[in-house]
């Protein structure tokens, strides 16, 4: 199955789903806007991912930068720890991002991202918008907050 649509990176500027490949939340980056997206805190993601490397083989992995291969990155990005580590175990490059795959997935579905009013008032206070242009923008989006919040921001840079 491997994962063909696979997300970049949080921190490259993908999509939650990226957060399959991020490092533990133990520093100010662009992780955090992602984890408040979905609803989770920094303690939540860590035991998702923690108990997800116990119930499968991206639990591996002991020489890789965190110790596991939950915490590794994307296999397009080169990463001699965790290749030489997917290579030890034996596991295949469509067997990690499949596993990538399922771990996103679960990340997702623990999360309770904000209701869309919770979201249109977050971008009209941010913004400095009526919330009826909130919800032109959001919906505009498709309800994807981050886009929202990525297009207000060109509109202010627009603006000055």
């Known amino acids: 199955m491997a994962w063909d649509d696979a997300p970049s990176h949080i921190c490259r500027g993908g999509d939650v789903r990226g957060l399959a490949f991020c490092c533990p ?17 920094p303690q939540e993601f860590l035991d998702i991912k923690e108990k997800f490397a116990r119930e499968t083989r991206l639990g591996e992995g002991p020489a890789t930068c965190f110790g596991s291969l939950v915490w590794c990155c994307k296999t397009s990005k080169p990463c001699p720890l965790r290749d030489m580590t997917l290579n030890q175990i034996g596991m295949s490059e469509e067997e990690y991002m499949t596993l990538k795959n399922e771990l996103s997935e679960a990340v997702l579905k623990a999360g309770t991202p904000p209701t869309s009013n919770e979201a249109v008032f977050a971008l009209s206070q941010t913004f400095n918008i009526n919330e009826s242009e909130a919800e032109k923008v959001l919906t505009d989006c498709n309800n994807d907050l981050r886009m929202a919040v990525k297009l207000l921001k060109l509109k202010q840079l627009e603006n000055k």
């Open 25 to 41: 939340p133990v520093k100010p980056c662009p992780i955090m806007g992602a984890l408040k997206e979905v609803g989770l805190t």
